[in-house]
């Protein structure tokens, strides 16, 4: 039993359901100012939650791809992102509270996990790179045809 009939469908769904995610993100915790009142626990959990459902819903709609490095791609930008704000929201929690400069860095780092944007561009990337692998195979499949 296949979830999904196409490729295509399976990276529209998950593109969806990651802006689904990023919109409400936004509009419920980041343009909230209601949210500003909750604790720092609270909200790095928050934060923390929402860019670990971007991660799993991208590792299983983009685990399919033939080309496996886009995948290990993905996981590398996800997990070494991921460790950065662990480690500095660790480090806030229990030592001392970061400075303006790191909390920024957080926030584009916390940014660019969580929006579609790598999403798409690894879409995009193997959208391109398989029709170019398969005119590479349509031309060297007519060359070695031999004609009577």
């Known amino acids: 039993?296949?979830?999904y009939k196409t490729d295509k469908i399976r990276f529209f769904a998950g593109l969806f359901i990651?802006?689904?995610?990023?919109?409400?993100?936004y509009l419920y915790f980041v343009e909230n100012d209601d949210a500003k009142k909750?604790?720092?626990v609270t909200r790095?959990?928050?934060k923390f939650t929402?860019?670990?459902?971007?991660?799993?819903i991208g590792t299983f709609h983009l685990g399919k791809l033939r080309d496996t490095w886009m995948s290990s791609l993905w996981h590398f930008v996800h997990i070494?992102?991921?460790c950065i704000l662990i480690i500095l929201g660790l480090f806030d929690?229990?030592?001392?509270?970061i400075t303006l400069i790191?909390?920024?860095?957080?926030?584009t780092v916390q940014e660019t996990l969580i929006s579609p944007v790598l999403y798409v561009a690894i879409g995009l990337l193997n959208n391109a790179l398989n029709k170019s692998n398969n005119t590479e195979l349509t031309e060297s499949d007519s060359k070695n045809v031999d004609y009577p």
């Open 18 to 25: 990651i802006i689904t995610i990023y919109s409400l993100y």
């Open 102 to 107: 790191l909390k920024l860095f957080c926030i």
């Open 1 to 3: 039993m296949t979830l």
């Open 80 to 82: 070494s992102g991921l």
């Open 38 to 40: 909750l604790p720092r």
């Open 50 to 56: 929402s860019t670990i459902a971007v991660y799993v």
């Open 93 to 97: 929690l229990l030592i001392t509270d």
């Open 44 to 46: 790095q959990a928050i």
